[in-house]
């Protein structure tokens, strides 16, 4: 079962916030030409999303399409923003397979990312600017793709 969370980095009295949801368990990888995943859906989802109010609806409308879980109305609230060196303690930080990440503050966040090569090594980090509204995701800790 591929895992997900869904996330957004906001602006909270004068600093950079994360806010996430908790963890999803089955399917959140992005579609391929043979399997179907729900990464399609949260994208889509979070283009929508431009404060928090928005972001726990998306959270919420996409749990009851996919997951029905009964405790996803608890948002993680961190200002651990060190958590978006994705290549530096990525299991303490995330733990899922993907994360879906939405800039939805009014400046450019950099992301560290891996670099993996074609036999999935590690070989080194990639900075990566998320200006506003943009949206990245990522798996285990490697950029899959950015989108607005």
Request: net charge negative; with cysteine.
């Amino acid at each position: 079962m591929t895992r997900g969370q869904i996330a957004i980095i906001k602006k909270e009295y004068g600093k950079n916030t994360i806010l996430t949801s908790v963890e999803f368990n089955g399917d959140m990888y992005m579609p391929t030409k043979s399997w179907v995943g729900h990464g399609q859906q949260v994208i889509n989802a979070l283009r929508k999303v431009n404060d928090t109010a928005a972001y726990q609806l998306a959270v919420a409308r996409f749990n009851y399409n996919y997951h029905h879980y009964n405790d996803c109305d608890s948002l993680t609230h961190t200002e651990n923003i060190e958590a978006l060196d994705f290549t530096k303690d990525y299991f303490d930080n995330w733990f899922s397979d993907y994360i879906y990440i939405k800039n939805i503050t009014l400046e450019t966040v950099k992301l560290i990312t891996s670099i993996i090569d074609e036999e999935g090594r590690d070989i080194g980090k990639k900075e990566v600017d998320l200006a506003p509204n943009q949206i990245a995701v990522i798996c285990f800790g490697r950029l899959v793709k950015v989108t607005q």
